[in-house]
């Protein structure tokens, strides 16, 4: 592929993206909507469906994604040990600087792009991934910021019961009635547009306070990111797309999330806010770095 190829590739798969963000925050601006109910519909219901369709309605080998969900899960615990010791040189109390560096945004940015580069083929690797950053956010991410969390409360997280059961249908082969299956897909089909419109509706709260601990977030979340997916790309013989994958996956921004366990366990909300939304913004300019380094 020339280099103009790949440009416009990348172009056509990122400005859907950011189109949808920019409506959303150009909306934000103008009419400051609440958005805390259009969010936990999408989190309870759309999401699911998704995350739920995806794996339920193609054949799913569970042990053909092994080798890329403990990738995905060494490549995120590994960014937030580093995290931990440039938290130390910034001056930055861990459990604010490290939830951001580990917790990428796998939902609201991973599974369009994921869908818009590969393709709907792509929605099970893509659902993989968001799973193993989603569990180990409610499970060690919980407990980084409060060590009396129960993780009892994980199982009743609808994103996890959901995958649980698509993944029960797959393995064992259960048919499901088509139109059921249809109106779980259309459900599905609502949650990519309104992840990213709540996205950019959320960047109207960026805040540059902590400008510094941010920018510093915004370059470590993806090099880290990147430069550990390649080393597990070769350690776990990762090819073709899984590999292209993994390491879009290790470029992705902050998670939106972590502002919110923030809020809920006091721990600098708004110094989080900022290392989160200006690392979201970043995704700018490293997204179409590590889409031109995959494809």
Request: charged share 10%; aromatic share 10%.
């Amino acid at each position: 592929m020339t280099a103009d190829g790949l440009a416009l590739r990348i172009t056509a798969i990122l400005f859907p993206i950011f189109a949808i963000v920019a409506v959303g925050y150009g909306y934000g601006r103008r009419h400051k909507p609440e958005m805390a109910v259009a969010n936990r519909l999408n989190m309870d219901v759309f999401v699911p469906a998704l995350v739920f369709a995806a794996m339920a309605g193609k054949p799913f080998e569970l042990a053909a994604f092994g080798p890329l969900a403990l990738a995905a899960l060494l490549v995120l615990l590994g960014t937030g040990a580093i995290a931990w010791v440039v938290a130390g040189w910034l001056g930055v109390a861990p459990k604010t600087f490290v939830p951001p560096m580990m917790f990428n945004n796998s939902g609201n940015i991973g599974l369009p792009l994921a869908y818009l580069a590969w393709g709907e083929a792509a929605l099970p690797a893509a659902v993989v991934l968001f799973m193993v950053e989603n569990t180990l956010h409610f499970s060690l991410g919980a407990r980084l910021l409060d060590p009396r969390a129960s993780l009892l409360g994980l199982w009743r997280v609808p994103v996890v019961a959901a995958a649980l059961a698509g993944l029960a249908v797959a393995l064992f082969k259960v048919a499901l009635w088509p139109p059921a299956l249809v109106a779980v897909k259309m459900l599905g089909d609502v949650s990519i547009p309104l992840l990213l419109f709540a996205l950019g509706v959320r960047l109207t709260d960026v805040s540059f306070r902590d400008w510094k601990v941010a920018v510093s977030g915004a370059l470590l979340r993806p090099v880290v990111g990147m430069a550990l997916a390649w080393a597990c790309t070769a350690g776990f013989g990762l090819a073709g797309r899984d590999a292209a994958m993994l390491l879009v996956f290790g470029a992705l921004p902050p998670a939106v999330l972590n502002f919110l366990f923030a809020e809920r366990y006091r721990q600098e909300p708004e110094r989080v806010a900022s290392i989160v939304l200006i690392g979201n913004l970043a995704a700018l300019v490293f997204l179409p770095l590590a889409l031109a380094l995959a494809l």
